[in-house]
């Protein structure tokens, strides 16, 4: 194997590889974005105001508020049965919310109810009444069971869902329990959307599909990229030249048409986006690597291999490969940046994640109207995120293709 070796000890490439990459800056805040993209991404449902699936819980009476904006709410208990998601279940998938918060004016307790005015956003807001009985605020009520509504000596008795349980409540006991569990006032750090959804909640969510998407897709343009080109550059002859015609095929269709026709003919969706990225990219990646392996195919270490009776696959998985790890991880950041861009693309066309998955790019599509209105923000939000994240990439790569630069590992290791 072709590692290089210092005076002092040895080291594998890898090795000074980092020790180059922690020198420039830029790589190393490229890495740090991706990094923290990460964690946002695996821990979104965590962290979100809006922790429900897609970060998708609508309120239309907050359609497009500025960052900044603040409300009271009043949460009332859905009269159904306690959703019990575990701990991963909700980081994965997010959790259906037992409450729904409702945005009020002004409130009043008359009896056993509770009168809120729906918030309008007018001046003089001038919004409906709105009469829950207090219980139904704060419990799932079983109303097929008695239900006792006793204003005159001021107690409700009801069957609870969740406990299956009977359960007496007096008025004034209900009414600290709404004031301290039930009305709270939400802030819409960047706004909402124009069905009223959070946005802050929505862009952390968005991170989790950008990033599926480039890691899915990238594994898959590599695997089909390597296999090609090893093949290709290494047994040269016959399978050189019909690997060979088959790029060249490809490499002629223009990137965004061949993966419209690809999701197009597997239809519309998350999972399509997936495959139709990942079976476009492979050919930048399998014209690199034939490259490589048709230069290291010479080398005196593969003729030794020949020479001691090493099958193919053993000299190309022992010696070959390993020595092409570099542009392999230069060739994944960088097709990672260009997944990112057609995923966004395809969303903002219609025809990637459909709603309401949260997409970058099907967000500013969804808001691009308001780019010459006053919540150009809308729009702006997600495509900053695209720009940042494409740019970490693309940092890490320029970064990684120098610390694998051949010429710049010898001279640390020297």
Request: no cysteine; hydrophobic share 50%; charged share 20%.
């Amino acid at each position: 194997m072709s590692n290089i070796h210092r005076r002092r000890g040895s080291h594998s490439l890898t090795f000074y590889a980092w020790q180059r990459l922690k020198k420039n800056k830029l790589a190393l805040l490229g890495l740090y974005l991706i990094t923290a993209s990460f964690l946002i991404a695996v821990f979104g449902y965590l962290i979100v105001p809006d922790s429900t699936p897609d970060a998708n819980d609508q309120k239309l009476e907050l359609s497009v508020k500025h960052p900044g904006f603040t409300v009271k709410e009043l949460r009332i208990r859905k009269n159904q049965v306690s959703n019990k998601k575990g701990f991963f279940s909700k980081m994965i998938f997010g959790r259906e919310n037992d409450f729904k918060e409702a945005p009020f004016y002004d409130f009043e307790f008359n009896g056993n109810d509770i009168i809120y005015e729906e918030y309008t956003g007018r001046e003089n807001n001038k919004g409906a009444k709105i009469k829950y009985n207090m219980v139904d605020v704060i419990y799932a009520v079983d109303f097929s069971k008695p239900f006792i509504d006793n204003v005159k000596e001021g107690f409700v008795e009801f069957y609870d869902i969740d406990s299956a349980r009977q359960i007496k409540l007096k008025t004034h006991e209900m009414k600290s329990q709404i004031i301290r569990e039930h009305i709270k006032t939400h802030v819409y750090l960047l706004g909402t959307d124009r069905v009223g959804r959070d946005m802050l909640s929505r862009l952390i969510i968005g991170t989790r599909i950008s990033l599926a998407v480039g890691f899915i897709s990238v594994i898959l343009s590599i695997l089909i990229g390597v296999v090609m080109g090893t093949l290709s550059g290494y047994f040269r002859g016959w399978i050189d030249n019909v690997i060979m015609w088959i790029i060249n095929v490809v490499w002629s269709i223009p990137t965004l048409l061949l993966v419209i026709a690809v999701t197009l003919a597997l239809g519309k969706g998350f999972w399509q986006v997936f495959i139709a990225v990942g079976v476009t990219m492979w050919v930048e990646v399998a014209r690199v690597i034939r490259g490589q392996v048709l230069s290291l195919r010479e080398n005196e270490f593969v003729e030794a291999g020949r020479a001691l009776g090493f099958s193919n696959f053993r000299i190309i998985m022992g010696h070959v490969l390993p020595n092409i790890i570099g542009p392999i991880i230069v060739l994944s950041a960088a097709n990672f940046a260009n997944a990112i861009l057609i995923e966004a693309g395809l969303s903002f066309l219609g025809i990637g994640a459909q709603p309401p998955t949260a997409s970058w790019g099907g967000m500013i599509s969804a808001h691009r109207g308001y780019i010459i209105a006053d919540a150009a923000y809308l729009a702006f939000l997600p495509g900053i995120a695209i720009m940042l994240m494409v740019l970490a990439f693309v940092l890490l790569g320029n970064g990684l293709r120098d610390a694998f630069d051949t010429k710049t590992v010898e001279e640390v290791a020297v």
